[in-house]
């Protein structure tokens, strides 16, 4: 099993340095913890998603922030802090999920190198359905997260007004810094 637990590591550590990561499966986790999941069962899920330590040693680039993806029920999230030092708590869906008409805050993102993920643009809506499904295309900055690489959407869920949307919104961009956000 060590064996071929290593040359696993190895195609996945050329991969990584090529720049490739395959489509996530599963809802949300990388290629490193569909590899590892069948070798390492003994290893918490947590772990998996953290490409550094899970390949022993691999340098990899800090993350922007530690948005790290937990998975309850088959439900994928990811943990994202504010600059107030809030956790923020996200559901995480490939792009093209189909959502309900319910308000919140949503965080465009793609997986990083070291596993852990890196956010892309953040934004408010009184309505997912609208925003994310039906009108995603002709989001404003649309083209621009694209180009950035977006695969992902993580949403928050925010019965609470308009206010509590763009303080909890403001809260994230100031500290994530996502790179298609013009404020």
């Known amino acids: 099993m060590a064996d071929n637990l290593e040359h696993r590591r190895g195609l996945l550590t050329q991969a990584l340095l090529d720049g490739k990561i395959a489509q996530p499966r599963g809802g949300g986790l990388g290629a490193l913890a569909s590899i590892l999941a069948d070798e390492a069962p003994k290893q918490p899920r947590r772990g998996l998603l953290n490409y550094a330590s899970a390949l022993d040693g691999l340098t990899a680039l800090p993350p922007v922030t530690e948005a ?30 189909s959502y309900n008409p319910r308000e919140g805050v949503y965080i465009f993102c793609k997986i990083a190198l070291n596993g852990n993920w890196d956010p892309v643009y953040v934004g408010e809506t009184n309505s997912f359905q609208r925003r994310l499904t039906d009108e995603l295309m002709q989001h404003h900055r649309w083209p621009s997260i694209m180009r950035a690489g977006a695969t992902h959407i993580c949403t928050l869920h925010l019965p609470g007004g308009l206010a509590l949307r763009e303080g909890i919104e403001t809260d994230l961009r100031h500290q994530l810094n996502p790179p298609c956000n013009l404020q």
Do not use: D, F, K, P
Not at 76 to 97: D, K, P
């Open 68 to 97: 790290v993806s937990t998975s309850q029920q088959g439900i994928e999230y990811v943990i994202w802090h504010g600059v107030s030092g809030t956790r923020y708590r996200t559901e995480l869906n490939l792009i093209g999920a």
